[in-house]
């Protein structure tokens, strides 16, 4: 019910028959409220699918009535004919709600490359079977119909004084910076206008999804949407709110996490004694992409050397030997040298928890990564096949 | 016989126990010739093995008498004794053979944080045995004693216009540019300056050693030296000379490739239509370090999709709706959207050759790297414990 736990806000996920396991891979999530003030954010690769060039044009204006939105195809590089499948999944959506086209958001998921006639076919029906079939108890189903290789549905609820802003979420591999691979919908009762969603998502999702990097790979479809029905009547403070989208975007974003494609460890990555935050990003995200660390992480090995390799790859500021690194609460390396014997750290949790401090000043960030295992190589070689 | 082709240079591969196998595990290569002159590249990770800070000292003046080099450990982030194990390296080869301890490079390879009082033992007593075995054949035998992971020893040999310039060459992980995890070391009878052999040196690694991108994973030990007898008496021109370093660099490469950890497939990424050369290598570097990608190749899927994902993360010049990609041969997409169907690319053959035509300008450039395969899992988590 999280993405119509919010008031003013419908739902529906129906079976397109776009999954070939028959699950339900259309979703459509209404807001009927009487603001539709919305915002988003997009993924940043410059190989942008079809759904998220339309879908950056319908939040030009800050507004926006519904989300469409379809796994089993990313319409992604499938060529004019492709953009053509999004603009018509809008009007196909808008002709059933009666709105205009331009304010339906359209996200896509599944294979780049995916996007023919039958694929057309398939979503247009869906979102027409969905727009009859909205219900406010429609959120789980939409939640469903989002997945892709997720293994459960990801929703989330955060409460305000008067007002609750709610979400759904997937996502599972091809996790990186400038988004996930993802999909996320947040719906609020808050009345606030555009401008006040854009800056408490922009300011969440800097901090939450950006800061999830489970295995480097940026797509091409990543797409967050906050939609405000304002049905609440409550206008909360500004900082309020934005403490609340971070707190969901925050909890979806471990959900993401821990459902990452063949992942046996959840890996939090505190840097600390930055000189700044964009340092302690910077070396957080390069042991969050280094293959070896990640390697040994999968095989509970508290391979500190390799953390070391990795950081001493970015421009932060630090000297390299006099950085110390801590495992699972077990300081491995000190100055330069090892400290406590490495045999003390046990990896086996799935939680496992790096701390690298800097030592060059105050600032701090976290990074939320995954192992590498043989399951990740496994669903990665044989996803499309 | 590769590193002792050239005139003027002995060699020898001792076992001095550093590793469990019992495999030779202590190398030295000795310039005996008239001339001293040398030049070396090293890793450009800023978290550098103790051997590298020492041996960047070494090539200060351009002049090296000697590189001994151990497999075993790697000598990094062992602690003021660490460095202290390296200078004395220096000195027992210096003393057995009758130089300073200044002109002599030492090379670790192995684990990170390995270093104690028995390593350092065991390096000296080999380095000592080295000494007292040196030979015109013993190149062979200095080959496999830098071996870590790699299945097979790496040497090659270049002729010229009578001279030549050999050379051995180890690394099999951890390959990534600023030079792959690897050291070698490379010989010549060609009387030439020590900045000539810099000059060439430079070139032959920038186009070739930084062009191998196997895991994305940047060593802390990486050095390359080349090392001149001048005992053919035969100066031969500075474009010819770097063009045969350049040759043999290439064919060390591809050996480093062809032996990198679990690899089913050697893959070539060439980009062609590039505005300039770092666009190029930009694009195919991030082709290589692509995870999913690289998973889709040992999967033997032609995931045209993800090497779109991967470049739109780059700052290049294309469009990303005019992109041509072709995997061995069959051009899988074109002007953003399929081209020919995938089912007709064979992955099949361990060589796999991707062309991207950014049809942008006219540079390019060509990236090596291996897919993600369970080998490289498995062997990257149970390498030390």
């Given at each position: 019910?999280?993405?119509?736990?919010?008031?003013?806000?419908?739902?529906?996920?129906?079976?397109?028959?776009?999954?070939?396991t028959?699950?339900?891979?259309?979703?459509?999530?209404?807001?009927?409220?009487?603001?539709?003030?919305?915002?988003?954010?997009?993924?940043?690769?410059?190989a942008k699918?079809h759904?998220?060039?339309?879908?950056?044009q319908v939040?030009?204006?800050?507004?926006?009535?519904?989300?469409?939105?379809?796994s089993?195809?990313a319409n992604?590089?499938t060529?004019?004919?492709?953009?053509?499948t999004?603009?018509?999944?809008a009007?196909?959506?808008?002709e059933?709600?009666g709105?205009?086209?331009?304010?339906?958001?359209v996200?896509?998921?599944?294979?780049?490359?995916?996007?023919?006639q039958?694929?057309?076919?398939?979503?247009l029906?869906g979102a027409?079977?969905?727009?009859?079939?909205?219900g406010?108890?429609?959120?789980?189903?939409?939640?469903?119909?989002i997945?892709?290789?997720?293994s459960?549905?990801k929703?989330?609820?955060?409460a305000?004084?008067?007002?609750?802003?709610?979400?759904?979420a997937k996502g599972a591999g091809?996790?990186a910076?400038?988004?996930?691979?993802?999909?996320v919908?947040?719906?609020t009762?808050?009345d606030?206008?555009?401008?006040?969603?854009?800056?408490?998502?922009?300011g969440?999702?800097?901090?939450?999804?950006d800061?999830?990097?489970?295995?480097?790979?940026?797509?091409?479809?990543?797409?967050?949407?906050?939609?405000?029905?304002?049905?609440?009547?409550?206008?909360?403070?500004?900082d309020?709110?934005?403490?609340?989208?971070?707190?969901?975007?925050?909890?979806?974003?471990?959900?993401?996490?821990?459902?990452?494609e063949?992942?046996?460890?959840?890996?939090r990555?505190?840097v600390?004694?930055?000189?700044?935050?964009?340092d302690?990003v910077?070396?957080?995200?390069?042991?969050?992409?280094?293959?070896?660390?990640?390697?040994?992480v999968?095989?509970n090995?508290?391979?500190?050397?390799r953390?070391?390799?990795?950081?001493?790859t970015?421009g932060a500021a630090f000297?390299?030997?006099?950085?110390?690194?801590?495992?699972?609460?077990?300081?491995?390396?000190?100055?330069?040298?090892?400290?406590?014997?490495s045999e003390s750290?046990d990896?086996?949790?799935?939680?496992?928890?790096?701390?690298?401090?800097?030592r060059?000043?105050?600032?701090?960030?976290?990074i939320?990564?995954?192992?590498l295992?043989h399951d990740?190589?496994?669903e990665?070689?044989?996803y499309?096949?």
């Amino acid at each position: 019910m999280s993405v119509t736990a919010a008031q003013g806000f419908t739902a529906a996920g129906v079976v397109a028959g776009l999954k070939s396991t028959g699950r339900r891979d259309v979703a459509l999530v209404v807001n009927t409220g009487r603001s539709k003030a919305a915002a988003a954010v997009f993924t940043s690769n410059r190989a942008k699918a079809h759904p998220v060039l339309w879908s950056q044009q319908v939040l030009g204006d800050g507004i926006a009535e519904a989300v469409v939105l379809n796994s089993g195809g990313a319409n992604c590089f499938t060529g004019p004919f492709g953009f053509q499948t999004t603009h018509a999944t809008a009007e196909a959506v808008a002709e059933s709600l009666g709105v205009s086209a331009g304010d339906v958001v359209v996200c896509s998921t599944g294979l780049i490359g995916v996007g023919d006639q039958v694929f057309r076919d398939k979503v247009l029906a869906g979102a027409r079977e969905a727009a009859a079939g909205l219900g406010v108890d429609g959120g789980a189903d939409a939640a469903e119909a989002i997945m892709t290789t997720d293994s459960v549905p990801k929703q989330a609820v955060v409460a305000g004084d008067g007002w609750v802003v709610g979400g759904m979420a997937k996502g599972a591999g091809m996790l990186a910076p400038g988004l996930a691979t993802m999909l996320v919908v947040l719906t609020t009762d808050a009345d606030l206008p555009a401008d006040v969603l854009d800056a408490a998502l922009r300011g969440a999702t800097r901090v939450t999804f950006d800061r999830l990097d489970s295995d480097g790979c940026m797509s091409t479809n990543d797409t967050v949407v906050l939609l405000s029905s304002a049905e609440s009547g409550v206008t909360p403070a500004a900082d309020d709110f934005a403490a609340a989208v971070t707190e969901l975007c925050a909890d979806l974003a471990r959900q993401l996490q821990a459902d990452a494609e063949g992942a046996s460890h959840d890996i939090r990555i505190e840097v600390v004694g930055a000189v700044d935050e964009d340092d302690a990003v910077e070396v957080g995200r390069s042991i969050a992409r280094n293959a070896l660390f990640k390697a040994a992480v999968f095989g509970n090995d508290p391979n500190w050397g390799r953390v070391l390799a990795a950081i001493g790859t970015t421009g932060a500021a630090f000297d390299p030997y006099d950085v110390d690194v801590s495992m699972n609460g077990v300081r491995v390396c000190h100055a330069g040298a090892p400290d406590v014997p490495s045999e003390s750290v046990d990896l086996t949790p799935r939680a496992v928890h790096v701390l690298v401090d800097l030592r060059a000043g105050g600032a701090e960030a976290t990074i939320l990564t995954n192992d590498l295992t043989h399951d990740y190589v496994h669903e990665n070689s044989a996803y499309s096949s």
